[in-house]
């Protein structure tokens, strides 16, 4: 398995290579996808793509934790945590290049 991490330069670099935008258009384009995303996120909404999987925001309650090394117990705030969840496809997908 490659420890190799794709960054947004790589995907624009795909975009321009696949479909043949400008190098500068499609690094906006690239931008403009990964702004939407986060600003549905941020207003608490969903986001799926399909045969990719979907985003969600979940909020977490309040609950007490324990310090592993001195067993202390610590009491963690709530919050919102993003969950993906990939779909079927491309569960598919990654269980046949094993």
């Given at each position: 398995?490659?420890?190799?991490?794709i960054t947004r330069a790589d995907l624009a670099e795909a975009v321009?290579?696949?479909?043949g935008l400008s190098r500068n258009e499609s690094a906006?384009?690239?931008?403009?996808v990964?702004?939407?995303?986060?600003?549905?996120?941020?207003k608490g909404e969903n986001v799926k793509i399909s045969s990719f999987g979907s985003f969600s925001v979940r909020q977490?309650?309040?609950r007490i934790?324990?310090?592993?090394?001195t067993g202390?117990?610590?009491p963690i705030t709530p919050r919102k945590v993003l969950v993906f969840r990939a779909?079927?496809?491309?569960?598919?997908?990654i269980n046949e290049e094993e």
């Open positions: 398995m490659s420890n190799q991490t321009y290579q696949e479909v906006d384009l690239v931008e403009a990964l702004e939407e995303i986060s600003d549905t996120l941020v977490k309650g309040e934790g324990r310090n592993p090394k202390v117990e610590v779909s079927h496809v491309l569960k598919s997908r």
